[in-house]
């Protein structure tokens, strides 16, 4: 279960204002990878934190109830939140873990707020166009609270626009898949063949 603890101990040195930083849709054949920065209030490190804060957890373990609901409370109550993307064009320009650490830029970009300590989910993580101190955390989303709530803001966008993908690229089970590679995704590539949104330096199975 994801926690405070890294938060509170930077809190101790006199860090305030901390972005947890993660992506979703690294892994998938089809779309966009989306990033989200979340900066929560310091006061959450706390006994002062609401008590939907404790469900805070890596997106993946959570149930997509449960997922919009956290996010719309994480759109509500933190101090500023900023999403990025990069295009289907750019992960084949790029690579994906490139254009991950893009995604991530432009949401650190967006922030109203700028932090002065960045948690970034992930191994050689590090934004060299940020002029941020950064910290890179394997598993930071099973870990940090600031991590997890970034990684739910991401699954819960990208996962929205793969719905809205859906009704475009019919066939695909996107709805249900969310663009990764599925059994029924992959038979559907090989009857219909990839669309301009499939990332063809993926393995597609065609």
């Known amino acids: ?21 993660d992506e979703a849709g690294r892994g998938a ?27 805070i957890d890596d997106s993946k373990s959570l149930s997509p109830k449960n997922r919009e609901r ?20 750019e992960i084949e320009r790029l690579n994906i873990h490139r254009a991950s650490l893009l995604a991530m830029s432009r949401a650190i970009s967006r922030l109203s707020l700028v932090p002065e300590l960045l948690l970034i989910d992930g191994l050689f993580c590090h934004l060299e166009d940020i002029p941020i101190l950064q910290m890179a955390i394997k598993g930071g989303d099973k870990l940090c609270t600031s991590i997890a709530a970034a990684s739910i803001v ?12 859906d009704r475009i690229c019919q066939g695909y089970r996107l709805c249900d898949n969310k663009g990764y590679g ?3 995704h992959f038979e559907a590539l090989r009857r219909m063949g990839p669309t301009p949104f499939h990332r063809r330096n993926f393995n597609l199975g065609i």
Request: aromatic content about 8%.
């Open 154 to 165: 991401a699954k819960v966008v990208r996962d929205k626009l793969m719905i809205k993908l």
């Open 29 to 55: 054949l089809f779309g966009p990878v989306v990033a989200a920065a979340v900066i929560l209030p310091p006061e959450f490190y706390g006994r002062a934190r609401p008590e939907w804060v404790a469900e």
């Open 1 to 21: 279960m994801a926690s405070f603890k890294l938060e509170k101990s930077l809190l101790k040195r006199g860090v305030a204002y901390i972005a947890g930083v």
């Open 182 to 184: 599925t059994k029924a």
């Open 70 to 89: 956290l996010q719309k409370l994480i759109m509500q109550e933190a101090l500023a939140v900023g999403v990025g993307a990069a295009s289907v064009r």
